[in-house]
């Protein structure tokens, strides 16, 4: 599933242009094609339709996991989930076999929203607070510091890797760059949250802060057959190195499931205190 930087980055793309895509920014949204019904979230599709048509995207932003359209007058909402791609195309080629909505575009073009495992959704709201009122703090805004991480991490009694994969707790981080994060500041993915000392939550900050950066500077990773165009796999230090050496200290990698969700970890570096 796209993370936070991967999502920056398509956000970024269909924003500015970019991988020899125009910016959609501008473009008036002429006409609709919805494939797949339960793609759309809400509202129903009748008033999904009275709606957008006519509207134009005024900008395309991000919030945690979830890629932001502010058109004229509403917001359209959209999470890739495992396998959601955004296709900008002409108006003119062929439907993708795996397309579950397709928005046409003036000047010819038309985004695809395309989805083999049809976990995506979407959403079209004048209130975004509807679909994201639960999410928790930006990790990169400015108002995200370490005493905030601190006293948050204190307010719950879970274990760090669940914890930070929790996006009521922290919008927009997963699986890749949780175990890179924690393993940078060098912290047990099982510790406690609320035994972390002030110094070990000023450490995680600041190492997560790190590596979304890093990974929105190489345009994310490209590890799943859906996403691309990043390069972020090439620099990862523990996720899906099991076996492999430590880069700090050359003790194999090792895997342990915490949560129900696959974890990466050196035990020389991040012991269980």
């Known amino acids: 599933m796209p993370e936070l930087p991967e999502v920056e980055t398509f956000a970024r793309i269909l924003r500015l242009g970019g991988r020899d895509n125009p910016s959609l920014v501008g473009s008036k949204i002429?006409?609709?094609?919805?494939?797949?019904?339960?793609?759309?979230?809400?509202?129903?599709?009748?008033?999904?339709?009275?709606?957008?048509?006519?509207?134009?995207?005024?900008?395309?932003?991000?919030?945690?996991?979830?890629?932001?359209?502010?058109?004229?007058?509403?917001?359209?909402?959209?999470?890739?989930?495992?396998?959601?791609?955004?296709?900008?195309?002409?108006?003119?080629?062929?439907?993708?076999?795996?397309?579950?909505?397709?928005?046409?575009?003036?000047?010819?073009?038309?985004?695809?929203?395309?989805?083999p495992r049809k976990f995506g959704r979407v959403w079209l709201t004048a209130d975004p607070d509807t679909v994201l009122g639960d999410l928790g703090p930006e990790p990169l805004d400015e108002s995200f510091t370490a005493q905030v991480l601190y006293e948050r991490l204190h307010s719950y009694r879970r274990q760090l890797k669940p914890l930070l994969l929790d996006q009521t707790f922290l919008a927009g981080l997963g699986n890749i760059y949780s175990d890179e994060a924690l393993h940078m500041a060098k912290l047990h993915p099982s510790t406690l949250s609320h035994n972390l000392t002030p110094d070990q939550a000023e450490r995680l900050w600041h190492n997560i802060c790190t590596v979304l950066r890093e990974g929105i500077r190489r345009n994310g990773a490209s590890i799943d057959w859906v996403y691309r165009g990043g390069?972020?796999?090439?620099?990862?230090?523990?996720?899906?190195?099991?076996?492999?050496?430590?880069?700090?200290?050359?003790?194999?990698?090792?895997?342990?499931?915490?949560?129900?969700?696959?974890?990466?970890?050196?035990?020389?570096?991040?012991?269980?205190?």
């Not at 959209?78 to 993708?96: N, Q």
């Not at 492999?244 to 050196?266: F, N």
């Open 30 to 115: 002429n006409g609709e094609l919805l494939l797949w019904s339960r793609t759309l979230a809400s509202p129903s599709y009748p008033e999904f339709h009275s709606h957008i048509l006519g509207q134009t995207i005024q900008d395309i932003g991000r919030r945690g996991k979830f890629l932001l359209f502010t058109l004229s007058s509403d917001t359209l909402i959209i999470h890739l989930r495992m396998s959601g791609d955004l296709l900008v195309e002409t108006e003119s080629a062929p439907i993708g076999k795996h397309y579950r909505l397709v928005l046409n575009l003036q000047d010819g073009l038309r985004l695809a929203f395309n989805d």
């Open 231 to 273: 390069d972020f796999q090439n620099y990862f230090r523990v996720y899906r190195r099991t076996g492999q050496p430590c880069p700090v200290c050359g003790t194999p990698i090792q895997r342990l499931v915490i949560g129900q969700r696959s974890t990466h970890y050196c035990p020389t570096c991040q012991p269980f205190l």
